[in-house]
């Protein structure tokens, strides 16, 4: 299972990003998909999850309200829609494969590679 993600970049306090994550090599609508941040000295941090029929989201309290995770079983993909972006954001960002929806990143089988997102003040 390869977990490949893309759409980070730098932005400007305020603005927005979209990610997105494909997931190739496996049965995409059987995997419940998390987004995970890391940034540099701190360990790496659960921001969304969404489960296999989308029934059941979950988002860190930090991100509620700014963020919706959403995901296209027919392209195999799934979505971080990031507005009203801080400073704070700034991380590498990570998207993973699981069997449920879970807080914990150890739970998680299939990961990608991350992808950088900087918000500049």
């Known amino acids: 299972v390869q977990v490949v993600e893309t759409g980070g970049g730098l932005v400007q306090a305020g603005g927005s990003l979209r990610l997105s994550c494909v997931v190739s090599?496996?049965?995409?609508?059987?995997?419940?998909m998390g987004w995970f941040r890391q940034a540099p000295g701190k360990d790496r941090e659960f921001v969304a999850a969404?489960?296999?029929?989308?029934?059941?989201?979950q988002y860190a309290d930090f991100v509620k309200g700014r963020f919706i995770i959403t995901r296209d079983n027919a392209k195999n993909t799934v979505y971080l829609q990031m507005n009203a972006l801080k400073p704070e954001d700034t991380a590498v960002y990570y998207c993973?494969?699981?069997?449920?929806?879970?807080?914990?990143?150890?739970?998680?089988?299939?990961w990608g590679q991350g992808t950088q997102v900087t918000v500049s003040s």
């Open positions: 969404i489960s296999r029929s989308e029934g059941n989201v």
């Open positions: 090599g496996g049965a995409f609508s059987m995997y419940a």
């Open positions: 993973a494969a699981g069997e449920y929806v879970y807080i914990a990143p150890e739970m998680y089988n299939y």
